[in-house]
């Protein structure tokens, strides 16, 4: 079983619509929960950044957690078209220092259609 | 904002040609990875270093080594590059479990 699953998509939906992308995990010492942006051709970009259970808003994004289903979800509220591109969810059990690293979920493709 | 630059967008080698890819980022990160990235398989680690001089393999470390001489700078070496280490390859950095990463270095080995 792999640590953590993401559908790969790719997700097409229309300019404006509610966006929702998710992971789960099975690893109940993840912790640390992470969404990262990539646009083709491009470094992934940090979008948001939570601990542990519950939810975190910035702007038009929404990341929830929810450990005890181990699932994860990011929201993106009135769509654009920017906001085409890859987002992978990223989780880390590290109490430490950060340097055991982040297990990666593939990612989803999403297309916002104009 | 947190800067990491990495030496070459986009590289063209040579089977058995060494290849260098440097990393260099400007927040003090205590922390540097090297990954991999590649259609339907993800990114993936191959080395990481937690300490100027300290490293350690990530889950994918066969045919490359990795020299942190300086806490700001990672390079990632290709010792004989062989076309299936063609890839994308990007760097990260953090201080604690947020990684930033790098544009990426799209490599191409013929």
């Known amino acids: 079983q792999k640590e953590v699953e993401q559908d790969p998509g790719p997700l097409s939906v229309p300019e404006g619509a509610i966006v929702s992308l998710n992971c789960t995990y099975s690893?109940?010492?993840?912790?640390?929960f992470m969404w990262y942006r990539q646009y083709s051709r491009k470094g992934p970009e940090l979008l948001m950044y939570?601990?542990?259970?519950g939810n975190k808003e910035d702007g038009r994004f929404t990341a929830q957690v929810d450990k005890s289903s181990k699932y994860i979800s990011l929201f993106i509220r009135d769509s654009q078209p920017s906001d085409s591109a890859t987002y992978l969810c990223?989780?880390?059990?590290?109490?430490?220092?950060?340097?055991?690293?982040?297990?990666f979920g593939k990612g989803t493709h999403l297309i916002i259609q104009p | 904002d947190v800067k990491v630059t990495q030496s070459s967008r986009y590289l063209v080698k040579r089977t058995g040609e060494k290849v260098f890819l440097e990393c260099v980022q400007d927040?003090?990160?205590?922390?540097m990875f090297w990954y991999r990235q590649d259609p339907g398989l993800g990114l993936r680690l191959i080395y990481f270093?937690?300490?100027?001089?300290?490293?350690e393999k990530g889950d994918i470390p066969e045919g490359y080594s990795v020299s942190r001489e300086k806490k700001e700078r990672f390079s990632l070496i290709l010792e004989s590059a062989s076309t299936n280490q063609t890839s994308m390859y990007l760097c990260?950095?953090?201080?604690?479990?947020?990684?930033?990463f790098g544009p990426g270095t799209r490599l191409t080995v013929l």
């Open positions: 990223a989780m880390s059990a590290d109490s430490g220092g950060g340097a055991d690293g982040l297990t």
């Open positions: 270093s937690y300490d100027v001089k300290m490293k």
């Open positions: 927040m003090d990160h205590e922390n």
């Open positions: 990260a950095s953090s201080f604690i479990h947020e990684q930033f």
């Open positions: 939570t601990y542990s259970s």
């Open positions: 690893n109940s010492a993840f912790q640390y």
